[in-house]
């Protein structure tokens, strides 16, 4: 880029380096393929569900769904009420 009269010029840039920007921009920024995605753990997802909910976990299965590990967290909320959060383990 140049500074021409308060505005910016940009280059033209050739088609092949334009699309492997879009392919290691997201990579270097830790947001790209699922491959890459972080599991979190049984822990992390109970602790989650119990900041959330202020409940009692009374149950946690790790369950796979569509090859895709999920934990399945029941919980005992203040007012009484029995509800089941399901958690995927790939965040």
Same mark, same amino acid.
């Given at each position: !880029?140049?500074?021409?009269?308060?505005?910016?010029? !940009?280059?033209?840039?050739? $088609?092949?380096?334009? /699309?492997?920007?879009?392919? =290691? /921009?997201?990579?270097?920024?830790?947001?790209?393929?699922?491959?890459?995605?972080? %599991?979190?753990? =049984?822990? %992390?997802?109970? *602790?989650? =569900? +119990?900041? %959330?909910? *202020?409940?009692?976990?009374?149950?946690? +299965?790790? !369950? %796979?769904?569509?090859?895709?590990?999920?934990?399945?967290?029941?919980? $005992?909320?203040?007012?009484? +009420?029995?509800? =089941?959060? +399901?958690?995927?383990?790939?965040?």
């Amino acid at each position: !880029m140049r500074l021409i009269a308060g505005a910016f010029k !940009m280059k033209s840039m050739p $088609l092949s380096r334009w /699309l492997l920007s879009l392919i =290691v /921009l997201p990579v270097a920024l830790g947001i790209a393929c699922p491959a890459f995605a972080r %599991e979190i753990s =049984v822990q %992390e997802a109970v *602790d989650q =569900v +119990q900041r %959330e909910t *202020d409940g009692k976990v009374l149950s946690v +299965q790790t !369950m %796979e769904r569509n090859k895709r590990k999920i934990y399945h967290i029941k919980v $005992l909320t203040r007012d009484g +009420q029995v509800k =089941v959060f +399901q958690i995927r383990a790939n965040q």
